[in-house]
């Protein structure tokens, strides 16, 4: 199932992609697509439901988060080695924590704000892992049975407020709209293979990255284990799984995002975002 957001800002309505690419309205089953309905008996509600019988959403509504207020929305940094390299790091040995505000949200092809004083805000495409069923402790074999779904996250990022402001990397990354994630979150037995997703990203239609998640140091199971020996994690808590090599702080020289810019990023199964920068 592909599931999804729609509406103005602070009043979107949960819905469902069918088969044909119409949005089918969920809100007489669901009240929104959070820790609810994304747990296994949500899911599985959902999924008996007779699809032909949902009002169809006409129009082209905007498309919001994909998630409704996640309890967490954890990052994981340098988590390609050649994009550790890259930024000028070496690769680490344990995941690299850390967290971004949950007023970062925003919806797929909403505009993202370069803040007021940046010179230099980057683009990160990342896979987004979604959480299910709460984990705590959970051994490595087991960790893919709390997860709900997968959607496609841009990270965005403020260079200079993340590495030379003092303090840990949220300052630079937590600018409202810094958090695209969706259009939708596909749930996990639509996916083959999780460890195998191409992820792509351009600016103004230039290709920046492209990468695959079978690159990433530490996989999706190792992630939901390794973050749920230091907390637990919620239904609904979002982990963004790190980008793979192009950013533009790791260009010759170092580019990045001004006003008026368009950034768009896919990922197979996942769909794709588009993002109109505007100054803040």
């Known amino acids: 199932m592909k599931l999804l957001r729609y509406g103005p800002v602070g009043a979107e309505r949960p819905g469902l992609l069918d088969a044909d690419g119409t949005i089918r309205d969920l809100g007489g089953i669901v009240a929104d697509i959070d820790g609810a309905a994304l747990s296994p008996e949500g899911l599985a509600r959902i999924a008996a439901l007779d699809l032909s019988t949902l009002p169809r959403v006409e129009g082209s509504p905007r498309i919001g988060s994909a998630i409704a207020r996640p309890g967490k929305f954890l990052c994981v940094g340098l988590n390609y080695a050649d994009h550790a390299r890259e930024t000028g790091k070496e690769p680490p040995a344990e ?23 940046s010179d230099r805000t980057d683009w990160e495409i990342e896979l987004g892992i979604v959480i299910g069923t709460r984990a705590k402790y959970v051994a490595e074999a087991d960790a893919l049975d709390h997860v709900a779904g997968y959607a496609l996250v841009n990270d965005v990022s403020e260079r200079r407020f993340q590495s030379e402001r003092g303090g840990q990397w949220i300052k630079g990354k937590s600018h409202d709209t810094f958090g695209p994630v969706g259009p939708w ?8 293979d999780v460890q195998d997703i191409d992820l792509w990203l351009d600016v103004d239609g230039e290709r920046r990255q492209t990468g695959n998640t079978k690159t990433m140091i530490f996989g999706v199971a190792h992630l939901v284990h390794y973050i749920s020996q230091f907390m637990t994690l919620e239904p609904g808590d979002i982990i963004a799984t790190g980008t793979p090599p192009g950013v533009g702080l790791g260009m010759k020289p170092p580019t990045f995002l001004k006003a008026g810019q368009v950034v768009t990023l896919g990922a197979t199964g996942l769909g794709e975002q588009r993002q109109l920068m505007v100054q803040a």
């Open 95 to 117: 995941p690299v924590l850390f967290g971004k505000a949950t007023t970062a949200l925003c919806g797929p092809y909403d505009d993202v704000e370069i803040p007021r004083g």
């Open 185 to 192: 979150m596909v749930t996990k037995d639509e996916i083959a």
